[in-house]
């Protein structure tokens, strides 16, 4: 599998999941869990969804073991932290500690993303370059 289908898979069940959260806030007209809501989608969809889209243009890193590493730390760190806010907004103070466990472990995760943005153009490899011809 490789870094980019993983990430637009997990960022599908993540979208599914922040849905589903939405729903069910509405459903019980009780919104205390909403910034869990809030990380969710952007953690879990948005963020997820552009490192596939970033992946999957450097086919090398794309199947990179490493790049794998990150979307699975990335997506443990998102879990975690989605359920450890939800469980501080519905007054679990126990919480606190694993919400900011669960934040350095994504910070961790977007310091190797950066790393990998950021590394020497020379040794990062694009995907082909689409050009489109006009139909006769």
Do not use: C, K
């Not at 997820?48 to 490493?66: A, H, K, M, N, Q």
């Amino acid at each position: 599998m490789t870094a980019s289908s993983l990430s637009f898979r997990l960022a599908v069940l993540f979208v599914i999941i922040g849905i589903a959260m939405g729903i069910g806030m509405a459903a019980s007209q009780n919104h205390a869990i909403m910034p869990a809501h809030a990380h969710l989608n952007l953690l879990g969809w948005v963020s997820l969804f552009l490192f596939g889209i970033y992946y999957e243009r450097r086919p090398t890193l794309d199947t990179s073991r490493l790049a794998l590493i990150q979307v699975g730390v990335w997506s443990v760190g998102t879990v975690l932290l989605t359920v450890a806010v939800a469980a501080l907004h519905l007054g679990y103070a126990a919480f606190e500690l694993i919400a900011a466990i669960s934040s350095l472990i994504v910070l961790a995760a977007m310091l190797l993303f950066a790393y990998f943005v950021f590394r020497p153009v020379t040794s990062v490899a694009p995907g082909p370059t689409v050009r489109m011809t006009p139909a006769e």
